[in-house]
Structure formats: structure tokens, C-alpha cells
């Protein structure tokens, strides 16, 4: 599908939305597209962890969850020998993404209406390379299973599945952690994360399982941090997000964490203060995990070998 084609929807219907944020919301559509160039420059680069002989091997590219389609532009910038793909469950979102891609002439990415929550209107091993990043806001539980699921069926023997999430966030903003431990524990209580005590996202530290238990070898993690700290290269665009993302957030909140409006504001205030202050320190922990689909095998049987030891 070439760039300048309609974005299309899946013919199967989507579950109710999960997301914590109004995924149709023009702020939300901006502050992606800051975020996505934090979180790619925070990771070393778009494909910092595969090696040159990987790279060389990806021909098609699916993006999940690619929001307003920023890295996966990137990749079709970066890579013109790569076809990517894109999809996000938000129509304005891919709107925004297939004009991009139109403005720039890219004709080796297209981007289409889908919910990673349903089975993907794909072929099997129809990509080489498949990578989601934060996608945890719109994810629970079973949903991370039958994703990865069908991560494998559209994977051939050699394919790679690229997983990025972030574990949790620490600053010495009082406010802001209160915010952000209220989130934590709805989150678990919606069994929307991995979480066992509420206090940290929760999925970061169960991907190289869940990908085990589906079938993937030769995983590999690799940790990254985003230091948004005062007077790092960092901090503008962290506080910026930080301060977007809450806003957008409080309708999740007040109905499923214990906090009144007057409790949420009086913190959202306080926190957007001490985050101005030279002291201000913020550091986000966050783990990319990539797994190799081998030859010979179904999902979920026990890892005999692998002829994909790429990168290792």
C-alpha cells in the first residue's frame, strides 16, 4: 500500500477503548509526536539494537500502535529498501501519519485503522521485523498474550519481535509521584499491568517470559533510561510530556483511582511548580526486549535451537 492510499479499517470490530487517554485528542496526537523522538533518542537510535547483518535482512516492517506514525516515518526515511507499515486504533492519528508520509514522498510507508486488542488483518509471516513501543495505556493482561500470539503467526522462521515498555518513573517531585502511584495502582487493579504490588507498570520485567512462553528465542534485553533531570538535554521535552500526559490522564483517574478533582488539581499544581525548580531530578527506567521466531517449531513448544543467533 503506498503512502498516498486512504488509511483503511479493520474489518473486525474493536473492543471498548482501554486507553487511559482520549485517543482521538489532538493534545494526545502532539505530545506523541514529541515523545516519539525522546524515546527514540533515549534508545540510541531506531534499530539500536540490531546488528548491521539484522538490519540488512528486514524487508517489511509492522508498526503497532504507531500513533501518529512518528518512528515508523523515521524507519521509512532511514531505510528506503524497507516497507513499513503502521497501525493505531485512532483515525485521526493515522490521518495524520498517511499526510505525513504524502508531505515527505514517502512511498515505502502506509498506515491503516486497527486494534492490536483484535486478531491483525494480516497474513502469516508477512514481516520480517515487528516493534511496539508504550503501548502498555491501551493493553491488559490477556491482551499482551494473544498479541505476542499473533506477533508469531506473522513472523517467518528468522523474524524478529521488538518490544519496548517503561517500568516506572522516579523524580524527587513529591506531586508527581503521588500522581503517578495513584495511576500505578489503578492500573493493577484493572489487571491492566503485570504489577503484583501497584507500585511500578509491571509489563517491562514480564516480556522476555511472555515471549519465552510463546516461543521465541534468543532474547535479548536491553535497559535504557530518559533522564529528564534539569539541565539535561532531556528535561524540557520530559516536563512538557509530563505535564500533557497528566492533563490528559485526569478523566482516568478520577474514575478509577482513589482521588477527588480538588486532590488531583491541587497535586497536578504543586507538581508542574517542583518540576521547574533547578533541584528537579527525573529519571525514567525503561527495557526494550527482542525475541527471534526459529525455524521448525510451533508457539508456545519448548526451545530445542534456533538457526536466528543474530546479534548474540
Not at 143 to 168: N, Q, T, V
Request: aromatic share 8%; charged share 20%.
Amino acid at each position: 500500500m503506498a503512502a498516498s492510499d486512504a488509511a483503511v479499517s479493520s474489518s473486525r470490530p474493536s473492543a471498548p477503548s482501554l486507553y487511559t487517554i482520549d485517543a482521538e485528542s489532538a493534545a494526545e496526537t502532539s505530545r506523541l509526536i514529541v515523545q516519539d523522538q525522546l524515546l527514540t533518542q533515549a534508545m540510541g537510535g531506531l534499530l539500536a539494537e540490531l546488528t548491521a547483518e539484522e538490519v540488512r535482512s528486514v524487508r517489511r516492517v509492522l508498526d503497532i500502535g504507531c500513533g501518529p506514525g512518528g518512528w515508523a516515518l523515521a524507519l521509512a526515511a532511514a531505510y528506503p529498501s524497507m516497507e513499513v507499515v503502521g497501525f493505531d486504533i485512532s483515525e485521526t492519528m493515522i490521518r495524520y501519519a498517511t499526510a505525513q508520509a504524502r508531505v515527505h514522498g514517502l512511498t515505502n510507508v502506509s498506515f491503516m485503522v486497527m486494534d492490536a486488542r483484535q486478531p491483525l488483518a494480516f497474513q502469516d509471516a508477512s514481516f520480517d521485523l515487528i516493534n511496539a513501543r508504550w503501548i502498555f495505556a491501551f493493553m491488559d493482561q490477556e491482551s499482551w498474550r494473544s498479541l505476542i500470539a499473533e506477533c508469531w503467526r506473522l513472523l517467518p522462521p528468522g523474524g524478529l519481535l521488538r518490544l519496548s515498555e517503561p517500568e516506572i518513573t522516579v523524580t524527587n517531585s513529591p506531586a508527581f509521584q503521588t500522581l503517578m502511584g495513584h495511576f500505578y495502582a489503578a492500573l493493577a487493579r484493572l489487571k491492566r499491568t503485570f504489577s503484583v504490588d501497584g507500585r511500578s507498570c509491571g509489563v517491562p520485567s514480564l516480556l522476555g517470559k511472555l515471549l519465552q512462553d510463546a516461543g521465541f528465542v534468543s532474547i535479548r534485553k536491553i535497559p535504557y533510561v530518559i533522564d529528564g533531570s534539569y539541565g539535561t538535554e532531556m528535561y524540557a521535552i520530559s516536563v512538557k510530556d509530563a505535564e500533557v500526559a497528566l492533563a490528559l490522564t485526569k478523566p482516568f483517574l478520577l474514575r478509577f483511582a482513589s482521588l477527588s478533582e480538588a486532590e488531583f488539581d491541587a497535586l497536578y499544581e504543586r507538581m508542574l511548580i517542583e518540576m521547574l525548580s533547578e533541584e528537579h531530578v527525573g529519571l525514567c527506567y525503561a527495557l526494550t526486549v527482542c525475541g527471534c521466531k526459529p525455524n521448525g517449531r510451533q508457539a508456545g513448544q519448548p526451545a530445542v535451537s534456533c538457526d536466528c543467533q543474530r546479534g548474540q
